[in-house]
């Protein structure tokens, strides 16, 4: 398939995981160019720089922290060269492992300030620092990498579903705004098999997710971040010229176990 002929990409936190499976997917599609930001994981944007050159796209890094409006404006400027920005990936995010969630002592302050000024207030800064480049594309796509955390209150901790579920939201109102020549809309994948969980939780503990996915899924599924990469490349491509505010569940069918569980 190459339906990104030509397309100008940007993505952010694309050294690791569904970043770089996004950067390569674009590349191998056909796009001309992936813009490929990270913030302290060099080696590994080289390896997704190299991947994206040999499936045949131009590779350009980008450092840079998304939570600081500066930096997400000389990412932004990386495109400068290209005259438009036809697709925002706005991938990266953290979280803080806290998944005892009625532990309401293990969160702080500024775990809640961390997490939303990069899961919410990035992909904010850099849409505005993108957006003449994606206006001056005329058929821009923006994604927001969100999570099932966002909209069922699961996850890794209550800081990370909250700032989901505020990217979720804010999908929507930058959706309303930005049309026509911007589509936004938010992905929101269950468990993806990346290097998150062993950050968070080591080895063992992200295998234990890995298999408990397993059996909690109806597609008996641990998605990869090419399964996930996949489903967002359609909000990406043409084919959805007429989506914008639309939130995908990506997840296996994560979501359908709580109602089933709801009526024992
Ligand atoms: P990952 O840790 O491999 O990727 C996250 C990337 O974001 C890393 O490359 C990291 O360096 C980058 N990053 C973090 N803070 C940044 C900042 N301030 N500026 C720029 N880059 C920054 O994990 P992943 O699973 O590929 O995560 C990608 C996205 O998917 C995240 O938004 C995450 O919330 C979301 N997600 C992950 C899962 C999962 O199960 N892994 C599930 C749902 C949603």
Request: proline share 3%; with cysteine.
């Amino acid at each position: 398939m190459r339906d990104f002929e030509g397309k100008i990409v940007l993505i952010t936190g694309a050294s690791t995981g569904l970043g770089a499976a996004f950067a390569v997917g674009a590349a191998t599609r056909g796009a001309k160019a992936v813009i490929v930001n990270y913030s302290k994981s060099q080696a590994e944007a080289e390896a997704t720089a190299a991947a994206v050159r040999a499936a045949g796209a131009e590779a350009v890094l980008a450092q840079g922290d998304v939570a600081e409006d500066g930096d997400c404006r000389s990412i932004a400027a990386k495109a400068e060269p290209f005259g438009r920005i036809d697709c925002l990936v706005n991938n990266a995010g953290v979280t803080k492992f806290a998944p005892a969630h009625g532990d309401l002592d293990a969160l702080e302050r500024e775990d809640f300030q961390r997490l939303y000024a990069v899961n919410v207030v990035g992909p904010f800064q850099m849409l505005r620092a993108a957006r003449p480049l994606l206006e001056a594309s005329g058929r821009a796509s923006v994604l927001m990498v969100s999570s099932i955390a966002g909209v069922t209150g699961i996850g890794s901790s209550i800081a990370y579903a909250a700032s989901k579920g505020a990217l979720n939201t804010m999908t929507l109102s930058l959706a309303r705004v930005l049309g026509p020549k911007i589509r936004v809309n938010a992905l929101c994948p269950g468990f993806i098999d990346t290097p998150w969980h062993e950050k968070g939780l080591g080895a063992e503990g992200a295998a234990r997710v890995r298999e408990g996915t397993k059996r909690a899924t109806p597609l008996q599924a641990a998605s990869t971040a090419e399964d996930i990469a996949d489903a967002g490349l359609f909000f990406l491509s043409d084919a959805s010229r007429h989506v914008t505010g639309e939130t995908l569940l990506v997840d296996a069918g994560l979501h359908l176990g709580f109602a089933s569980l709801s009526m024992r």
